[in-house]
């Protein structure tokens, strides 16, 4: 009688030990890195934008690999409204390759007229004219209030500009919430 022995070998890694140039993917693998901190996410950015979506030039594209490994892409024409980071202008438009992942993505993608603050990275250039996109990390972007006057930022840190998007967002989210709410509720009596 012959006996088959099977091993099997686990092996963890940091996420951080595996990253290349802050995208949160190797060679060997596709792995969409782990949100760490806004201090973190800004310092392996190449640019942090306020923008607003324009128009989807490009459809989602996703291809599920395993565990912590997605690819959820989508092409997209964005305004800058603030530039947090970097030395992007201001108030003219920009064409960005956007990852969506993680709990601030919405089940459909970016909303055309949306906004938010984006983690970006320079990418080579390979004649798409897309010159930035975000980091392969979950959140990689915060979808931020569209009621909010990017001039309130002036004069804070970035820490705290991106603390300040985040504050107003969760306050106009919780608003919208308790409007549907109240809402719901007359429609249902």
């Known amino acids: ?18 990253t290349r140039n802050g995208s949160g993917s190797t060679r060997g693998g596709d792995l969409v890195g782990l949100f760490d901190s806004l201090d973190a996410m800004a310092a392996r950015s190449d640019a942090v934008l306020l923008i607003r979506v324009e128009e989807h030039v490009q459809p989602r594209s996703m291809k599920r690999l395993g565990v912590n490994t997605s690819g959820d892409w989508s092409v997209e024409d964005c305004y800058v409204t603030k530039s ?9 438009g920009i064409r960005l390759r956007l990852f969506r992942s993680g709990v601030t993505a919405g089940p459909e993608g970016f909303d055309v007229f949306s906004r938010h603050v984006v983690f970006l990275k320079r ?8 010159l930035y996109e975000s980091l392969k990390y979950q959140n990689s972007h915060i979808q931020v209030s569209p009621d909010y006057d990017p001039r309130l930022l002036a004069g804070k840190s970035l820490k705290e500009r991106l603390a300040a998007l985040v504050r107003e967002y969760r306050r106009y989210r919780d608003a919208k919430a308790r409007r549907e709410d109240a809402f ?3 429609l249902l009596k």
């Open 184 to 186: 719901f509720t007359q």
């Open 1 to 18: 009688m012959r006996r088959t022995t099977c091993i099997i070998l686990l092996v963890t890694l940091s996420i951080g030990t595996l």
């Open 84 to 92: 947090l980071k970097g030395s992007l202008p201001e108030s003219q």
């Open 123 to 130: 990418r080579p250039d390979d004649g798409s004219g897309i």
